[in-house]
């Protein structure tokens, strides 16, 4: 990580069009629930990055497209390589939906 690597954060706009494309993709909001009823995506789920222990109830496949989203992109990154130590294949960290420039749900 050097000094400019936050100029290579993911773009959530563009990862959300990539989600919608692929059918049985998951789309993981990684912040806590009172933030997830503050205001999510529509489509994910909600599964803390402390509770990540329990994705499996959420994602049975390990080989399912999992993109990952927290607020600023911080836990959504630390998500990503969590899923990836637990053996999923194609995880996607968005970043945050700070950024975020479609519909929101509450």
Same mark, same amino acid.
């Given at each position: ?16 069009? @990539?989600?919608?494309? &692929? /059918? =049985?993709?998951?789309?993981?909001? #990684?912040?806590?629930? %009172?933030?997830? @009823?503050?205001?999510? &995506? /529509? =489509?994910?789920?909600?599964?803390? #990055?402390?509770?990540? %222990?329990?994705? @499996? ?10 993109? #990952? ?38």
């Amino acid at each position: 990580m050097g000094l400019l690597s936050f100029l290579n954060n993911p773009d959530i706009n563009q990862g959300i069009q @990539e989600y919608k494309t &692929i /059918p =049985g993709a998951v789309l993981l909001d #990684v912040r806590t629930p %009172e933030e997830y @009823e503050e205001g999510h &995506i /529509p =489509g994910s789920r909600n599964i803390p #990055v402390q509770s990540m %222990e329990t994705v @499996e109830s959420v994602v049975r496949r390990k080989d399912i497209p999992v993109f #990952v989203y927290c607020y600023s992109g911080a836990r959504s990154h630390r998500a990503a390589r969590m899923l990836g130590r637990m053996g999923y294949t194609d995880v996607r960290d968005l970043g945050g939906i700070a950024g975020y420039s479609g519909k929101v749900e509450r």
